[in-house]
C-alpha cells in the first residue's frame, strides 16, 4: 500500500483478506484503479483515501467496511466508477456524490442506508446508479421507483377517540409485531442457507485437477494421446477420473514466453463466455514427480480437431479408420466462417475491456461435434481499453512511425480471409 509508483492498478480482488484498510492506501497518489472487492476487509474507510486524487475507479463491494460513506471521498474528483455494494455502510448518501461530475456508475446497493436520495450529478440517470437492498432510501428520480419522502408528521393524538383505538388495537399489533420479527429471523435464516450453497455452488463449479490425475488421465501423456502441438507446449487428449474427456495443453517452460502465454490464457478465457469460444475448465499449477514447475489448461474436448486439418488433412494410411478424405461443404464453410466472426465481434465489441486475440488461423480454431467453430489458444490475446490492433511505434527523424503486428508466423492465412469477410458484414 505504500508504492507510490503504482500507477495503473492494484487489485487484491476476490482473495480472503481480512482486517481493515491499512491507512498507508493513501501512499497510492499516483493509482487509477483499485480493486478490493470480494474480500473480508472490516472497518472504515480510511480518511487517507482522499489523497489518491488520480482514482477514476474504486471499487470496494463484497466486504464488511461499516459507518458512513466518509466525506474523505470527496476529493477523488476523477472517478468514474464506484463501487461500495454488499458491506455494511448506514446513514444517507452524502450529497457530494451528485458533485463527482464525471462519476458515471454508483453501485451503493445491499448496505443499510436510508434517507433521501440526491437528484444532481450522476443520480439523474437511474441506469448509472445502483441502490438495490436499501429499504430505508426513498425519493430521487423516477427512474429509480422509490417511495416519496414524507414529510415531518404534524398530526397529533389529540382525539380522544383516536386513543381508544390505540389502546384497543395494541394489544394486536404487538402480536402482529411478534410474528413479523419471526417471519424476518426465519427469512434470513433461510436467505443465509440459500447463499451459502449458492457460494459453496460457485465455488465448486470449476474442476480441481492434480498433476497426478492429469498424469493418469493422459497416459503419463503418452504419444497415442497427443492431438496438438503448438508454440508453447503440447495438447494431449485425456479421460478423468469422473469419465469426462478433455483437452490439456501442456506448457513448455522452457520456451520463452511459455509463462506469460499461460498468465494470458488465464487472465482471458477465465473472464469471458460465449459459445464460439473454447471454455476452459480449469488449470493446474504445480510441480511434477521431479520437482519441476507444471503448468497446463484444461479445456472442453473438441471431437472434430482444428479448422487446420478440414482444410489442409495430412496423409493417413489406408488402413486407417479415418483414411477418407474430409471435407467441407459450402455450407459448412460459411458457418464456421460466420462462428469465427461472431466469437471475434463478441471480444472486440461485447467485452469490456476489449480482446484481441492476436492469432487467428485455422490451427487455433477447434470443430466440435456439430462442427460448430471454437476460437482457442489466447496464449497471445492482449486486453485493451480501446480496439485497436497493438503496435509499437518509433518515431524517426521525419516525424513518421513504423508499426510492429503481434502474432506468429502465419497470421490471418489465406484460407481465413472469409471469416473476416464475416466479421465486415456483423460490423
Known sequence: MGLSSLSIAFSLANNNLSGSLPLQVGSLKN???LDLSYNRLTGLIP???GECLVLERLHLEANSFHGQIPEALRPLRGLLELDLSNNNFSGPIPIFLAGLSLLMYLNLSFNQLEGQVPEGGVFLNASSVSIYGNTK??????GLKLPLCKSPSSKKSSSTKAR??????????????????LSIYYRKKKQTTTNASTSLSFENQFLRISYEELLRATDRFSETNLIGKGRYGMVYKGILDG??????????LTQRGASRSFISECRTLGTIRHRNLVKILSVCSSVDFRGNDFKALIYEFMANESLEQWLHPRTIGQDDECSKSRNLRLVQRLNIAIDIATAIEYLHKDCYPAIVHGDLKPSNVLLDIDKVARVG??????????MSIETTRVPDQGGSTSTAIRGSIGYVPPDMKLSYFSLLVFS
Open 31 to 33: 493509482l487509477g484503479i
Open 47 to 49: 480518511t487517507s483515501i
Open 137 to 142: 432510501l426513498c425519493g430521487g428520480v423516477l
Open 164 to 181: 381508544v383505538i390505540y389502546v384497543v388495537v395494541g394489544s394486536l399489533l404487538c402480536l402482529a409485531l411478534l410474528l413479523l420479527c
Open 243 to 252: 469419465g469426462a474427456m478433455v483437452a490439456t495443453k501442456v506448457l513448455n
Open 377 to 386: 489458444d489466447f496464449g497471445l490475446a492482449k486486453i485493451i481499453s480501446t
